[in-house]
């Protein structure tokens, strides 16, 4: 069973930077796809970021368009989450999913938390001044 670990989350503030980690204890072969997902008091969980290993796109929430960078390093199995210009409604808990089914190849989207079986802890994420 492929465990994830986040990292990276804190305190920062408007306009500022951070890079989430999300190690897992298998590599990319052991999912279909492996996305970021992220959850406001009050709101509901949200898809951030996602990457399919059947597609070379790479996808993003409108939201965070332009300003968040999805990446993989499969040398140390680990998917990153760089964000820049953060806002305070980025202020979440971010937590890194993969689909070890294929549902995400099955329905053609890869930003819907239900497709995902495996989940990290998260890591939580503040922007504020």
């Known amino acids: 069973q492929v465990q994830l670990v986040e990292s990276g989350g804190g305190l920062v503030q408007p306009g500022g930077s951070l890079r989430l980690s999300c190690a897992t204890s298998?590599?990319?072969?052991?999912?279909?796809?492996i996305g970021w997902f992220r959850q406001a008091p009050g709101k509901e969980r949200e898809g951030v970021s996602c990457?399919?290993?059947?597609?070379?796109?790479?996808y993003y929430t409108d939201s965070v368009k332009g300003r968040f960078t999805i990446s993989r390093d499969n040398a140390t199995n680990t998917v990153f989450l760089q964000m820049n210009s953060l806002r305070p409604e980025d202020t979440a808990l971010y937590s890194c999913?993969?689909?070890?089914?294929?549902?995400?190849?099955?329905?053609?989207?890869?930003?819907?938390?239900?497709?995902?079986?495996?989940w990290g802890q998260g890591t939580q994420v503040t922007v504020s001044s």
């Open positions: 298998g590599s990319s072969s052991d999912y279909y796809a």
């Open positions: 999913a993969i689909d070890s089914q294929g549902r995400t190849v099955a329905a053609g989207v890869c930003l819907v938390d239900y497709e995902y079986d495996h």
């Open positions: 990457l399919s290993n059947s597609d070379p796109r790479l």
